[in-house]
């Protein structure tokens, strides 16, 4: 690990410690990945699409970090217990997520149950799994849910996406609750609009121009920008925090409506 670590500072109670990630075979979920094997964290990556988690651990490992694929399709709560129970991370980063765009009206059944069932159900059912591993061995973690803005404040045409993310939010704050107990720490990470190949496009539209002019800073967010939120809350220096949102959105929260 020491040329994979060299030219960067490494956080408090990470290194040889363990994360899972889920969605970790695109967009934030392989930032995230590269983030922590860079602290000497061993990654397991979760996600449905094996060839591809296939290929980030190959990357990782390649530059002397740890990794490790897991298929695991989170809306399934046989699969996250099949794959999870026993396991037991340091880390666990609800990361999979999924939208649906239209209007409230036009939003299909199937459209709001996989968002619901993504978004929400699935974070509760890896953090319900591996949070009980954890107990059951007699150790305390770190669980980051990785919420959105839009779970604090809405916009339009994403109705299922905003609630799934609000139920994030609240999810957090009940889980902490329960779990503080067990040395447990349940925290939200809330992006606001990060720039990944999903979005590119459309931010580059007219649109998606007008959209970044609201953001007070100007500009998207990179992954980087959630670099040291991300870390403080995996890190030791986040042993006092639980039930938590923090909000990366470049004062978009605050901005005047």
């Given at each position: 690990?020491?040329?994979?670590?060299?030219?960067?500072?490494?956080?408090?109670?990470?290194?040889?410690?363990?994360?899972?990630?889920?969605?970790?075979?695109?967009?934030l979920g392989v930032h995230f990945a590269h983030l922590l094997a860079a602290q000497n964290v061993k990654v397991t990556l979760a996600a449905r699409r094996v060839d591809r988690l296939d290929e980030v651990c190959r990357d990782i490992c390649d530059a002397?970090?740890?990794?490790?694929?897991?298929?695991?399709?989170?809306?399934?709560?046989?699969?996250?217990?099949?794959?999870?129970?026993?396991k037991v991370f340091d880390?666990?980063?609800?990361?999979?997520?999924?939208?649906?765009?239209?209007?409230?009206?036009?939003?299909?059944?199937?459209?709001?149950?996989?968002?619901?069932?993504?978004?929400?159900?699935?974070?509760?059912?890896?953090?319900?799994t591996t949070a009980r591993s954890m107990k059951d061995a007699g150790v305390g973690g770190s669980?980051?849910?990785?919420?959105?803005?839009?779970?604090?404040?809405?916009?339009?045409?994403?109705s299922a996406y905003s609630a799934s993310k609000a139920g994030l939010v609240q999810l957090t704050k009940a889980l902490a609750l329960e779990w503080s107990r067990f040395g447990i720490r349940v925290n939200a990470l809330c992006p606001g609009y990060i720039e990944t190949d999903l979005n590119r496009d459309f931010f580059e539209s007219e649109a998606g121009k007008a959209?970044?002019?609201?953001?007070?800073?100007?500009?998207?967010?990179?992954?980087?920008?959630?670099?040291?939120?991300?870390?403080?809350?995996?890190?030791?220096?986040?042993?006092?925090?639980?039930?938590?949102?923090?909000?990366?959105d470049g004062g978009h929260l605050v901005s005047s409506l």
């Open positions: 690990m020491a040329d994979f670590t060299s030219q960067i500072a490494q956080w408090p109670g990470l290194s040889g410690g363990s994360a899972i990630i889920t969605g970790g075979s695109s967009g002397g970090g740890e990794a490790e694929p897991l298929c695991l399709d989170v809306a399934s709560a046989a699969s996250v217990e099949d794959a999870l129970t026993g880390i666990v980063i609800n990361n999979a997520g999924v939208t649906a765009t239209a209007s409230a009206f036009d939003l299909s059944a199937n459209s709001i149950d996989q968002v619901i069932d993504i978004n929400l159900k699935g974070a509760f059912h890896v953090a319900r669980i980051i849910n990785v919420a959105s803005i839009l779970g604090l404040r809405v916009a339009g045409q994403v959209l970044v002019r609201r953001v007070p800073f100007r500009r998207l967010g990179q992954p980087e920008d959630l670099d040291g939120p991300l870390l403080l809350l995996a890190s030791d220096h986040s042993r006092f925090m639980t039930g938590t949102e923090i909000a990366v």
